[in-house]
Every structure is written in C-alpha cells, then in structure tokens.
C-alpha cells in the first residue's frame, strides 16, 4: 500500500480547517499562499482573524499549526506556536483613495 501524497492531504486539511473558519465567522490566511512557497516559512500555518463578535473595535487573531493524523501535540512545537504571540508587528493605516490614486497614512503619524 502506498503513502498518501503528503501535497493533497495538506491541501484538504486546510480546505477543511478555511471551511470551518468561513462557517464560523472567521477569515483565514494561509503565509504560504502569500508567499507563493512549497515550503512551510514557521511554525503558523494558517491566521484566522475576526472582529470580537461583542466589541468590534477588538481584533481577534488566531494562530494556528495544521496536524495532520492522530498523535500527541509535541511541546516544542506548541511552545513555540505560542511564542509568535510576542512576535506580532501590527500597525494601523488608512487607506486613502482619491480616484485611482490609493495611499496610506499611518495614525501614529496623526496622533
């Protein structure tokens, strides 16, 4: 019996986990389809991101690790999964559009 090709079961694993994001409110990025790599760029998989669906001005972000199969989370892995949480850079920008003109101003530069 062979192997499974390791592409196509990644490839349902995060069509199901965007499924379930999508039917629970949550929008999801994939750092590889950004970076259009073969080749995982850190531990995140996948960030789903949503307005707190009692505060909106809160921002939600949800860092996740794809498992795929049965078996015991490896610690390592789960702390360092944990650790992206302080290395987060976010920033807040407008978007201006003036016809067919778009620029951005950062609000650090407003306050």
Do not use: Y
């Amino acid at each position: 019996m062979s192997e499974p090709d390791e592409s196509l079961a990644r490839e349902a694993a995060e069509n199901r986990l965007r499924d379930w994001a999508l039917a629970h409110g949550w929008q999801i990025v994939f750092p590889n389809d950004a970076l259009e790599a073969d080749v995982r760029p850190g531990v995140v998989d996948a960030v789903m991101v949503r307005a707190h669906p009692r505060t909106p001005d809160s921002i939600q972000l949800q860092f996740v690790r794809l498992r795929i199969g049965g078996g015991r989370v490896p610690t390592a892995q789960a702390r360092r999964l944990h650790d992206t949480l302080e290395k987060v850079s976010a920033k807040t920008l407008f978007a201006c559009i003036e016809g067919d003109d778009l620029h951005f101003i950062e609000t650090d530069e407003l306050i």
